[in-house]
């Protein structure tokens, strides 16, 4: 176990401790991640005593290397060596109201704080104390439960999740990161006590959905919110995808499945995480467009634009950002069908500019989108698909390169055309523009300056505008 504990931090802390005759772990998701080989640079420190003491000892033992920081309110100090931060907190023993997940907290054992642990494998401690240096102190079998990949709290779950029910998005968080189950106990626990999730901020419910869409297989995460109950409290919307309807013998795909298998495939390519939100998203209108026809079966017309239209309200209520963030992921959204209608058709020279100028930089991760939502059964058809996107693809980097229209500005601007015909603003100038722009785009003329100023005159003529 030594071996883990070579940074000399450890024994930094460790001489502290003993000069302070404190009794010292190192405790939680560090000793879990060193048994797991995941490095970590945050350090959780449990003193049966003071831990702002034995910080500002480690401090000054450290010299001007490091950095203290006192937290009195909280009883914790904070300690930051390079890119290193250990934290330094009391054992302390919790108790519970019904109404918040903030306990009322008292000096404790070791065991104490260990009981207020989430998971056995969160609860790992290793002794620093210099005669127990390195001894591991794990109570409720977490190491053969990290052998067996499994997760489960240490006491009674109902109570566990029931005092802090932020710990069953942890718990479903750490399911999707890590790759391992929920013990059966634990996980019908965090359904039995789902509701509980209304005591938790949305920032914090935001925070661990984040965490899921970044891990390698965010299928995993949503999977088991929906499993628990958990999804149609904090994502109705999303739940509203699960379920396959048969009409006259015709059927649906189920949309949830779909969209977890696009957003597992996109995982493959990006860790980008608004670029996962929009594959998460990007069929969120498909009920509420959904209708059938005994002609034409399911459709789903326009579910790209009711989506769109769905997700500023969806992003206030989850507290995630509504800026520059929301704008990304609705323009993906809107747009992730066409470039799968152009990799249909015939692709011509002016279907491609639209969409480059539609797209502009988001470009790529448009298409890395779309290239993902192509997951039908049939293997022909996903070939044949791919082959076709990669001709859109070569087709959109010879376009760019000839005509730049990626980030396009029309040559003349609504002002030179109010100018040149003596006009005030109105909408014959805002036609002029448009006109200019779309024959750009279907390439009847270059994107050049003189040739647009021509066009324009022919434009105004046919309005008739007289300059
Ligand atoms: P990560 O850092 O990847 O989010 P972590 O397990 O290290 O995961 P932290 O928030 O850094 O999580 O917390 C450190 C430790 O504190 C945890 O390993 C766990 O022992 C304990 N802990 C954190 N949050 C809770 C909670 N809500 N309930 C119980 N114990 C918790
Ligand atoms: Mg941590």
Partial sequence: MKD????????????????QNQECYVIGGFVRDIFLNRPSKDIDVVVVGSGIELAKRVAAKLGKKANLSVFKNFGTAQVKLNDLEVEFVGARRESYQRDSRNPIVEDGTLEDDQNRRDFTINALALCLNKDRFGELVDPFGGIEDLKNFVL?????????????????????????????????NTFDAIARNKERIEIISKERIAEELNKIILSRKPSIGFILL??????????PELLALKGAETK???????????????????CEHTDN??????????????PRSKRFDAR??????????????MLPEIF????????????????????????????EEEVTDSAIRRLLFDAGDDIDDLMMLCEADITSKNPDKVKRFRSNFQLVRKKLKEIEEKDKVRNFQPPISGQEIMETFNLPAC?????????????????????EYEAAKKYMSEVAKELGVNG
């Fill in 4 to 19: 883990f504990l070579q940074n000399k931090i450890f024994n930094i802390i460790s001489e502290a401790a003993d000069e």
């Fill in 273 to 286: 995480l608004w670029l996962r939100w929009a594959a998460l998203l990007h069929d969120i209108g498909k």
């Fill in 248 to 266: 006259d013998g015709v059927g649906h795909k189920d949309n949830f499945y779909h969209t977890l298998a696009v957003l597992d495939g996109l």
């Fill in 316 to 343: 206030k209520r989850m507290k995630l950002p509504t800026n520059e963030k929301l704008k990304y992921v609705q323009k993906l959204v809107t747009l992730h069908m066409r470039p799968i209608v152009l990799s």
């Fill in 427 to 447: 909408a014959t100038v805002g036609e002029i523009k448009m006109r200019i722009k779309d024959a750009i785009l279907d390439g009847i003329i270059p994107n």
């Fill in 152 to 184: 489960r709290t240490p006491l009674n779950p109902d109570i566990t999740f029931s005092d802090d029910p932020l710990r069953m998005m942890r718990g479903i968080r750490f399911s999707s990161q890590l790759g391992f189950f929920l013990e059966s």
């Fill in 296 to 309: 034409m079966g399911w459709t789903f017309h326009n579910h790209n634009f009711v989506g769109e239209k």
């Fill in 226 to 235: 929906e499993k628990t109950g958990l999804l149609e409290l904090i994502f």
